[in-house]
């Protein structure tokens, strides 16, 4: 097996177009990352696959350009002011029990039901999760839009902490409270726990944990968005790192396709991590929600696909089976891509207000120097 | 008082983006021999981890110091919260 793997993976032949690809579409994951914590792998994985690389290989090179470039987006963000260390370790950890964890139901459910069944259980959480969580995100965000609009609102009440943080404030468990900066309360870690164990049981079944980590972090914790998704690039970098030396140990990681997709994702990560300091935080939510949305009609429509090779349903025709595959494929990456434009809108327009505000402040100190 | 003139750091990109080409270069000028080693498994698999953490810190302070070369930077902050 240990070799079959060595040759699969000594047995690529990486084209051009492959190069050049891993560098784009790692530019454009990286700069979903640096803006809202996590994204890139639903696009990265399955693209790697097409090109002849092997599942498990391409999910261990994809998590081997994850970590570095989460490390490199944490420490940028965290110049800004968003992250809290202390809150991403302890989820991080927690997020660890909960890959190793969601990796046993995982195993369980194909040994069990085979490879289709493992995708439909996989295509379930998907649209379970992105159907609930992400209806929710992107409601929230477009209330606060909606707010700010008619200049109701400011950002302090748009990040105002949910009813349920407020309740988690108020419970005190003797020896297991921490203060966490970024919301400058204490909570217990036993509500802490849960959620990273959530995200890590998420990201070992869908591979995007920030999913369930930025969401629960902002409406469970009250963590103000820019936080949560600065801080969920920590718990990244943690189950990255550990996951990747994990898959390592077997010989499964491609360095070349990290590093390549490394190479791009690090020019996006740097540019969606300045694009925050442009932006309030439903604009996060609004990027977030966009994506999971997208990706909820992605991996409904493969439901069908994985029933029928289940024979739970008919038989589909192979040509409808392979439109289906082709479609959902089509739709992930459209997810992407309309993300990258929303944060690339942000930035130049704030590049763009920034510029004139110099110009403005400068004209302004001149005047007075003058006087 | 005028606006301060920001030099951009040029020189210091040029170091870090020389020293990521060579990284690159040798990735796949000995792809290989790394390969090889990289997919050998158990106390090997220190050899990727490193080597993403080497690559991280190169090519990260790159990135860096691109987006500041080109003009791109985060806003100033000026209004207390």
Not at chain 1, 18 to 37: A, N
Not at chain 1, 238 to 249: N, R, S
Not at chain 1, 336 to 360: D, T
């Amino acid at each position: 097996m240990q070799e079959t793997i060595q040759h699969a993976v000594q047995m690529i032949d990486l084209q051009f177009w492959h190069i050049m690809y891993l560098i784009f579409v790692g530019f454009v994951g990286g700069l979903v990352s640096g803006f809202i914590g996590s994204g890139g792998a639903f696009v990265l994985t399955p693209s790697m696959m097409s090109m002849g690389v092997p599942g498990i290989v391409a999910v261990a090179s994809n998590m081997c350009h994850k970590f570095p470039k989460a490390l490199v987006g944490a420490l940028k963000r965290a110049k800004f002011g968003h992250v809290d260390v202390k809150l991403g370790i302890i989820m991080g950890l927690s997020a660890e029990a909960g890959v190793l964890f969601g990796a046993h139901i995982q195993e369980h459910i194909k040994r069990t039901l085979g490879d289709a069944g493992s995708n439909l259980y996989v295509s379930i959480a998907f649209v379970i999760v992105l159907g609930t969580v992400g209806l929710y995100v992107l409601r929230d965000a477009f209330k606060a839009m909606a707010f700010e609009k008619e200049g109701k609102g400011t950002l302090s009440e748009e990040e105002k902490p949910t009813k349920i943080a407020e309740l988690l404030y108020k419970i005190h468990i003797p020896g297991t409270m921490i203060h966490f900066k970024s919301i400058n309360k204490k909570v217990s870690f036993l509500f802490t726990i849960p959620l990273g164990f959530a995200t890590g049981f998420l990201a070992a079944t869908i591979a995007v944990g920030g999913f369930i980590g930025v969401p629960s972090m902002i409406y469970i914790l009250g963590v103000p968005s820019l936080i949560a998704s600065g801080t969920e690039l920590v718990i990244a970098f943690i189950m990255g790192a550990v996951g990747t030396f994990k898959y390592a140990w077997s010989g499964f990681v491609d360095i070349r396709l990290a590093m390549l997709i490394l190479l791009g994702s690090l020019f996006g990560v740097q540019l969606g991590a300045i694009g925050t300091t442009y932006v309030k935080g439903y604009m996060i939510k609004l990027v977030m929600g966009v994506i999971m949305v997208i990706i909820l009609v992605s991996r409904g429509l493969m439901v069908p696909v994985y029933l029928s090779q289940l024979g739970w349903i008919s038989p589909l025709n192979p040509t409808y089976v392979s439109l289906l595959k082709n479609t959902s494929f089509a739709v992930n990456a459209l997810a992407l891509f309309v993300a990258a434009f929303i944060i690339f809108k942000n930035l130049i327009k704030g590049i763009y207000e920034e510029k004139r505000y110099r110009v403005l402040e400068t004209a302004h100190s001149t005047l007075k120097t003058t006087k | 008082m005028a606006e301060k003139v920001i030099k951009k750091p040029v020189g210091k990109f040029l170091v870090f983006a020389g020293i990521t080409c060579i990284l690159y270069y040798l990735l796949f000028a000995y792809e290989s021999l790394i390969n090889d080693y990289f997919t050998r498994g158990k106390f090997y698999a220190f050899l990727p981890v490193l080597t993403a953490f080497i690559f991280s810190y190169t090519h990260g302070n790159t990135t860096d110091l691109f987006w500041k070369v080109v003009g791109i930077e985060a806003k100033k902050r000026r209004e207390v919260k």
